[in-house]
């Protein structure tokens, strides 16, 4: 297992992917064609869900499907697990979020999160966002992790585990491209003038970015590469960086 930094979350909710009831369902989920096959079938697109969490303000239930135009909250405690179209989801606990709709129903166009953590892998496709309280990031094909820390001000935690993202946070504007987890934070409030900082990589693991991709027929950067870096939020998986963090780089 990779090693991984923790800030304000526990092993076990890095760890779902150990369990035997989400392999066992990750596994009939693959088996049975993936989301084309939920889909065609009217199945739910939960892969799998513990705890308690509402959608629009009603109990969600195994059975449910979630859509985009949907609005959800998990409780505590809580883990969910969901494909829409090529893009798959896992939410953590204490999680407020809406997936706005894109081209056509099963088509996200913007996850819009408010508060808790959400990783996803999205698939190629036209530009999508996810937006925070404080960042927003223009995302085609990659590997995600995002956080609303609310107790801090609602102060943002953004990384682009791989791939090539825009990335905003009031005027601060850069282009990250990522092999190995390039991390940033939306400041509630400007640090040396700056709300886009670079950060550290915490929170979450290769794992489950490797586990999300497989949901939705995808590798990481890292499993087609054979290969890993530092995960320092650098970004790089050269043991020297080839460039600075382009938060770092900002004017």
């Known amino acids: 297992?990779?090693?991984?930094?923790?800030?304000?979350?526990?092993?076990?909710?890095?760890?779902?992917?150990?369990?035997?009831?989400?392999?066992?369902?990750?596994?009939?989920?693959?088996?049975?064609?993936?989301?084309?096959?939920?889909?065609?079938?009217?199945?739910s697109n939960i892969v799998d869900f513990t705890g308690e969490a509402t959608i629009n303000g009603e109990p969600l239930t195994r059975e449910r499907t979630i859509q985009t135009g949907d609005s959800l909250l998990t409780g505590p405690k809580s883990n969910l697990i969901f494909v829409i179209g090529d893009s798959s989801f896992q939410v953590r606990q204490n999680t407020r979020f809406t997936v706005e709709r894109g081209a056509s129903l099963f088509a996200v166009s913007v996850l819009r999160l408010l508060s808790g953590g959400i990783a996803a892998v999205w698939g190629k496709g036209p530009h999508r966002q996810i937006t925070t309280p404080?960042?927003?990031?223009?995302?085609?094909?990659?590997?995600?992790?995002?956080?609303?820390?609310?107790?801090?001000?609602?102060?943002?935690?953004?990384?682009?585990c791989y791939g090539t993202i825009d990335v905003n946070a009031g005027e601060d504007k850069v282009?990250?491209?990522?092999?190995?987890?390039?991390?940033?934070?939306?400041?509630?409030?400007?640090?040396?003038?700056?709300?886009?900082?670079?950060?550290?990589?915490?929170?979450?693991?290769?794992?489950?970015?490797?586990?999300?991709?497989?949901?939705?027929?995808?590798?990481?950067?890292?499993?087609?590469?054979?290969?890993k870096g530092i995960k320092n939020g650098m970004g790089y998986m050269d043991p020297v960086p080839p460039s600075m963090h382009p938060a770092n780089e900002l004017k």
């Open 134 to 160: 404080t960042l927003t990031a223009g995302i085609r094909g990659t590997g995600t992790y995002t956080e609303v820390f609310d107790a801090q001000d609602f102060r943002s935690y953004f990384c682009n």
């Open 175 to 227: 282009v990250s491209q990522s092999s190995y987890h390039q991390s940033f934070w939306g400041e509630a409030h400007p640090k040396n003038g700056h709300v886009l900082t670079a950060a550290n990589a915490i929170n979450h693991t290769d794992e489950e970015l490797e586990y999300l991709a497989k949901l939705v027929g995808q590798q990481t950067a890292w499993q087609v590469e054979g290969r």
């Open 1 to 43: 297992m990779t090693r991984h930094t923790l800030e304000g979350r526990t092993d076990d909710e890095v760890l779902w992917w150990q369990r035997r009831s989400f392999i066992q369902a990750a596994a009939a989920w693959t088996a049975m064609g993936g989301f084309a096959a939920a889909h065609a079938q009217q199945r």
